[in-house]
């Protein structure tokens, strides 16, 4: 189970940047894909969670408004599209996935056993 987080970045404030996060080929039991982030001295923080079939997503209220999570299946893909960044998003975003379903209700707080490299986004003037 191999996930490659990629796309971080400088960018200004006010600015935006998607990162991708790439999978390796699953079984089915690997398919719901949520997106973490943890800024230096501070605890990992969840963001969104995007599930596969009917595509459930979630977003944490730090978030909602300026990030999209979406699939692209075909590319074996989940992106995380932010907008507006401030220096507030400044962290390593990570991503991960698990066995089974996990955009559900509890999914920013239960484990997940498999996570990305992690991909740098510095929000700086």
């Known amino acids: 189970v191999q996930l490659q987080a990629s796309g971080g970045g400088l960018v200004q404030p006010g600015g935006s940047l998607r990162l991708s996060c790439l999978k390796s080929k699953f079984t089915s039991a690997y398919v719901d894909i949520a997106w973490f982030r943890q800024a230096a001295g501070k605890e990992r923080e969840a963001l969104s969670c995007?599930?596969?079939?009917?595509?459930?997503?979630y977003y944490a209220d730090s978030v909602k408004g300026r990030f999209t999570i979406s699939r692209d299946d075909a590319k074996n893909t989940v992106y995380l599209q932010m907008y507006t960044l401030h220096p507030g998003d400044t962290a390593v975003y990570y991503c991960a996935t698990d066995r089974g379903r996990l955009c559900v209700p509890g999914w920013a707080t239960r484990p997940y056993a498999y996570w990305g490299q992690g991909t740098q986004v510095t929000v700086s003037s």
């Open positions: 995007i599930s596969s079939g009917d595509g459930t997503r």
